[in-house]
């Protein structure tokens, strides 16, 4: 049984795509009872990211579907909805309502554009939200388009991530507040958030957002990726003059690479030059060669080889459930741990459970 830090914690979750179920998947993960309202007829999208869950296929435009929702959420510490502004409102499931009916509830709204502003009504997907706050034009090769970094830094990043803590963040104010109130969790604020750094830090060759440039944006041959003699990949991430010494010493990388690390006027010509070294060797060679020191070192593995890369199977990063490798419950807690748990057409038992316990 999940003994999680969110035992207890009862979820209502209004069936979403994206980063919304994910936040779903987490608090699941750790112990929260989580009730999704699917429409009826619906067939999971993505059985890892929808797991834990107790399903309830709810017509939400019946009385008797409302009737039900109500019931739920007038027992329920956390509503999760991912749909465009004023949909909840037209189904008479918005916030004037719901925290009327339960005042402790948290309220918490996923969306792209948030809930105001000249784009909140309009359709959008991860490239978008990215693309208006600066992120996504500092990704990509210098010369070229910028390239969509799959939908981690929206979705998940600036999505997911700030919408689960600001749930937390909420419960343990309610704590002293004994209220709920409504999150408005913006992908384009989360994300805005996520370039503090940059916003932060002074303007250089070596510190910059521009495209392909700059020490972290994969214009430094000691910071980028490089292909090997067998067509794998590795990366090198050797910043510290020290972690960059023990990166040429054990590479038996040309002497010259040991003056003038941080001079951009470099970078170009030292990059060929590790280029040609790295395509000397296979990606297994210069793993055990480099692999675990201070050089800063990691190989490119692909999605469906990391659950056998040894850090990995030693940390038990994934776990075998449901006939498939699936990411572990995260973060860890040394007492209460968290749990995979199956999915289940359950939904209305636990509500009831809910309203006999109060």
Excluded at 185 to 204: E, K
Excluded at 224 to 250: H, M, N, W
Excluded at 305 to 322: T, V
Aim: hydrophobic share 40%.
């Amino acid at each position: 049984m999940n003994n999680g830090p969110l035992t207890g914690l009862r979820v209502v979750e209004f069936q979403g795509i994206g980063p919304a179920p994910h936040v779903a998947m987490m608090l699941a993960d750790l112990g929260a009872d989580v009730v999704r309202i699917e429409r009826p007829g619906n067939r999971p999208m993505n059985p890892v990211v929808e797991r834990g869950r107790h399903r309830a296929e709810v017509d939400l435009k019946s009385d008797a579907g409302k009737a039900f929702v109500g019931k739920a959420l007038a027992h329920a510490d956390v509503l999760l909805e991912g749909y465009r502004p004023g949909v909840m409102e037209r189904l008479g499931l918005g916030p004037d309502e719901m925290l009327s009916a339960n005042p402790r509830l948290i309220y918490a709204r996923m969306t792209g554009w948030g809930q105001e502003g000249p784009l909140a009504l309009a359709a959008g997907h991860d490239l978008n939200y990215i693309a208006i706050t600066g992120a996504l034009d500092s990704i990509g090769a210098k010369g070229e388009l910028p390239i969509p970094p799959q939908n981690l830094v929206g979705d998940f990043g600036g999505g997911s991530m700030y919408c689960a803590f600001g749930i937390m963040a909420a419960l343990y104010e309610r704590e002293r507040s004994g209220r709920g109130q409504v999150i408005d969790a913006a992908i384009v604020d989360g994300v805005t958030n996520l370039m503090t750094f940059f916003h932060g830090q002074p303007h250089s060759a070596l510190r910059t957002t521009e495209r392909g440039a700059g020490l972290l944006g994969g214009a430094a041959h000691f910071y980028r990726c490089y292909a090997c003699l067998d067509g794998k990949e590795i990366t090198v991430g050797a910043i510290e003059p020290q972690f960059y010494a023990e990166l040429l010493a054990r590479s038996d990388a040309p002497k010259e690479l040991a003056d003038g690390q941080l001079n951009p006027a470099n970078w170009d010509a030292y990059t060929e030059k590790l280029a040609a070294l790295f395509e000397t060797k296979t990606q297994a060679q210069w793993i055990a060669l480099l692999e675990g020191t201070d050089a800063c070192f990691a190989p490119v593995v692909p999605l469906d080889e990391a659950k056998d890369h040894p850090h990995m199977k030693a940390r038990g990063s994934y776990l075998e459930h449901g006939g498939r490798p699936q990411a572990a419950p995260a973060p860890r807690f040394g007492r209460t741990p968290g749990a995979i748990r199956d999915s289940a057409q359950d939904g209305e038992e636990v509500v009831a459970r809910w309203a006999s316990n109060g």
